[in-house]
């Protein structure tokens, strides 16, 4: 069974930064696509960013709302994904919470198989 582990989340000031971790452990897993959604209270799960491989190089995406602030990777071993979040806006508080897919699954969350617990970021004002 594959799980989905996040960390790294917590409690900010508008402007700083923070790292979020994604890890999944279980039988061997090497999923194509890994991304980053979000929950605020009271609204909907939203895209964040993904990223995906693609022969061998990998692609990213990400929402208009965190692009030139947020950079997502992967780890060397594929099973792993990042999110740097820098110039924080209380805007951003939410879950964060990561997902995989064996296929390539865009933004939409119904897409992922594969979900963790969420990790809480808050940004103060």
């Known amino acids: 069974q594959v799980q989905l582990v996040e960390s790294g989340g917590g409690l900010v000031q508008a402007g700083g930064s923070l790292r979020l971790s994604c890890a999944a452990s279980?039988?061997?897993?090497?999923?194509?696509?890994m991304a980053w959604f979000r929950q605020a209270p009271g609204k909907e799960r939203e895209f964040v960013s993904n990223?995906?491989?693609?022969?061998?190089?990998?692609?990213?995406d990400y929402a208009d709302s965190v692009q030139g602030r947020f950079t997502i990777s992967r780890g060397n071993a594929k099973n792993t994904v990042y999110l740097q979040m820098n110039s924080l806006k209380p805007e951003d508080t939410a879950i964060y919470y990561c997902?995989?897919?064996?296929?390539?699954?865009?933004?939409?969350?119904?897409?992922?198989?594969?979900w963790g617990q969420g990790t809480q970021v808050t940004v103060s004002s």
């Open positions: 279980g039988r061997t897993f090497s999923p194509n696509t």
């Open positions: 997902a995989a897919d064996f296929q390539y699954a865009g933004v939409q969350p119904g897409a992922y198989d594969y």
């Open positions: 990223i995906r491989w693609s022969g061998s190089a990998s692609i990213t």
